[in-house]
């Protein structure tokens, strides 16, 4: 009996034998063929936690999956790590704009820049170069679409702050075929509310600010189908999609039980989903940027609840690329944070708090899943920290991530993909 059909008859043996035992097979991807890396990649889904290091995965994990539990951002078969240091004259941590830069363009630089260099000159971006060399590209986020995370790979300007010249750029320049998130408030001028009414009770200080005219308008003007509502996100169909489902964030990062809420109208899966949809109609590829940004806000509030709630979306997600790349395996899957948040640690409960009130007062406790067991965390800072991010791949290339690398690692490897 050669092997080869030794495997065929096998297959269906070991199947039944495990339906047989009642196990549930969660995970249909064997060590062997997940992120083997021996085809060629087309594709890339490379995915931010941002504000998530170490601690945000391990409560996540506990949270979520439970003490012997994994989550499946933690079941990549490859795994690393990335330091964050910008190159920044005043600080030895990053923020979200420089470590997005070093990402998209593999240069380190100051905080607040936009895929600038540190003397403020403009550097090639993954996402332009990704539209150069014929793919489709996407961004899909729950902060603002023109946050500096997705910014960096689709535009440069000096400053983060300028998000209504990053969405024009988006619109005249880089032409991200998906766009989903939110930040209405940058796409509109002063004075028009759009599908997201100004100054809510929710959030009295949002408003549309914009200083580049209706951008909505011109981008169905480019071809753009707009949508601001879930129904019609999961209705659209157009080959180019701009969906913007809130003035800023989708979500109101607030400490807990101040008006802190969770509840995007169009979840990150749903939005992931949709974008791969929509993307995956190119045949010369695609690069799709995902990022879930209330983990970095709500460690930021030093708010735990809703940190581990974030994080269970980003996790869905995760799945949603997972998936894909599965049963598409010219894909690549990047999982990784931009900088820790919150200086956070996972501790027992039950014990006095050595640290203090305050900004670094304990938080929970928070039960485990499966178990009577819960634990602690512990912030010491409402600010980033500089320990080094994990980062989990699956695909091809992703044995490139074994190691510890700077951040700018994530440039080199994409760009093999993304630039060709
Ligand atoms: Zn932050």
């Not at 249909?28 to 504000?51: E, L, M, Q, S, Y």
């Not at 203090?356 to 010491?380: H, Q, R, V, Y």
């Amino acid at each position: 009996m050669t092997s080869r059909t030794t495997r065929r008859l096998l297959a269906p043996v070991v199947a039944g034998a495990v339906a047989a035992a009642g196990l549930t097979l969660v995970n249909p991807i064997t060590a062997a063929d997940a992120g083997a890396g021996k085809g060629r990649a087309r594709n890339v889904i490379f995915i931010n936690g941002d504000g998530m290091a170490a601690a945000q995965r391990e409560a996540a994990r506990l949270y979520h999956a439970g003490l012997d539990g994994q989550l499946t951002m933690d079941e990549l078969p490859v795994s690393g790590q990335l330091t964050t240091s910008p190159h920044d004259p005043k600080a030895p941590v990053t923020d979200s704009a420089a470590a997005a830069t070093a990402w998209a363009t593999g240069e380190k630089t100051y905080n607040g820049a936009i895929s600038v260099d540190t003397a403020g000159n403009p550097l090639p971006t993954l996402g332009a170069q990704a539209k150069a060399a014929g793919k489709a590209t996407g961004l899909v986020t729950t902060a603002q679409v023109t946050d500096a995370s997705p910014a960096a790979f689709f535009a440069n300007t000096a400053n983060r702050s300028a998000q209504d010249e990053i969405a024009r750029q988006y619109l005249e320049v880089t032409r991200p075929d998906v766009i989903l998130g939110g930040g209405e408030d940058w796409w509109l001028p002063a004075g028009s509310p759009g599908a997201y009414p100004d100054r809510t009770a929710a959030d009295p200080s949002e408003a549309s600010k914009g200083t580049k005219g209706d951008l909505i308008a011109e981008a169905r003007a480019k071809g753009y189908q707009y949508v601001s509502t879930a129904d019609q996100l999961q209705a659209a169909r157009g080959g180019r999609l701009l969906g913007l489902f809130a003035n800023e964030e989708l979500f109101q990062q607030r400490p807990e039980g101040e008006g802190d809420a969770y509840d995007p109208p169009a979840s990150l899966a749903t939005m992931t989903t949709k974008a791969l949809d929509t993307l995956s109609k190119n045949r010369k590829g695609f690069f799709l940027f995902v990022e879930e940004e209330g983990v970095d806000e709500f460690a930021h509030e030093n708010n735990g609840t809703r940190m581990l709630q974030a994080l269970g979306e980003l996790e869905k997600a995760v799945a949603v690329a997972r998936n894909y790349a599965a049963t598409h395996p010219d894909t690549l899957v990047v999982v990784t944070g931009d900088h820790e948040c919150g200086g956070l640690t996972v501790e027992d409960t039950g014990t006095a708090d050595e640290s203090g009130d305050g900004i670094s007062a304990e938080d929970g406790p928070f039960a485990i899943k499966g178990s009577n067991l819960s634990f602690n965390l512990d912030w010491t800072t409402s600010g980033h920290t500089g320990v080094d991010v994990p980062v989990t791949a699956y695909g091809p290339l992703a044995g490139e991530f074994t190691g510890k690398h700077p951040n700018t690692h994530v440039h080199d490897v994409l760009a093999r993909v993304l630039t060709r």
